[in-house]
């Protein structure tokens, strides 16, 4: 079993629409969470971190739940210029960070 | 600071031959990472170093690849003898001390080997 598991998609929808990622990780003793965001062929860049009690950026809100061990991300009002891979990451003990595989969103007009 | 810094951004080499890839964090990140993406396998992470130690090279496919971070400014990966199966995009990313830091990352060496 993978440490970071997403949904790799990929996720199609209109413009305006809400769309949510999920992710599952398996060590319990994880620190800290992330959402990082990837365009094609550059590389990784942050989108978020992921607290404890739910955090919100604008359109972007994140959410943890430790007991299910389980973060997610939801984008309302999605533009065009969501469209990227949205990658879940995990920062275990002694700072490893480890990446989920990504999930695609396309946004069409 | 000018971020992350990998070079080369390509590499095409042939099968059996020593490939080197290197990186300059930034400056005062104690953590340094290498990873590696595919489409099959996403970002995988190969070995990451603590203050030029290294932590978990659990990672590294096998015994062609190692890497290095002989100081604070400079790491290199290295593939000896190459294999078409190495051909991947290969990220470089440093952090700050610290659960929550950011990870920043260099814009990546895209390897083909043929």
């Known amino acids: 079993r993978k440490e970071v598991e997403q949904d790799p998609g990929p996720f199609n929808v209109p413009e305006g629409a809400t769309v949510a990622f999920n992710c599952t990780y398996s060590n319990s003793a994880s620190q800290s969470f992330f959402w990082y965001r990837q365009d094609c062929r550059k590389e990784p860049k942050l989108l978020m971190s992921?607290?404890?009690s739910g955090n919100e950026d604008g359109r972007f809100t994140a959410q943890l739940n430790r007991a299910s061990q389980y973060i997610s991300l939801l984008i309302r009002d999605s533009k065009l210029s969501d469209s990227a891979t949205y990658l879940c990451v995990v920062n275990n003990q002694g700072g490893k960070l480890i990446f989920g595989q990504g999930t695609e969103l396309s946004v069409k007009p | 600071d000018a971020g992350v810094i990998q070079s080369p951004r390509h590499e095409v080499t042939e099968m059996g031959q020593e490939v080197t890839l290197r990186c300059k964090p930034i400056?005062?990140?104690?953590?340094l990472f290498w990873y590696r993406q595919t489409m099959m396998r996403g970002l995988e992470l190969l070995i990451y170093?603590?203050?030029?130690?290294?932590?978990?090279d659990s990672g590294m496919p096998e015994d062609r690849f190692s890497a290095k971070m002989p100081n604070a400014s400079f790491s290199t990966l290295k593939i000896q003898p190459s294999e078409p199966r190495d051909s991947a995009v290969y990220f470089c990313?440093?952090?700050?001390?610290?659960?929550?830091?950011?990870?920043?990352f260099g814009q990546g060496t895209r390897l083909t080997v043929v």
């Open positions: 990313a440093s952090r700050a001390q610290g659960p929550n830091t950011e990870a920043f």
């Open positions: 400056s005062g990140h104690d953590y």
């Open positions: 170093f603590n203050n030029n130690v290294p932590i978990d």
């Open positions: 992921v607290y404890s």
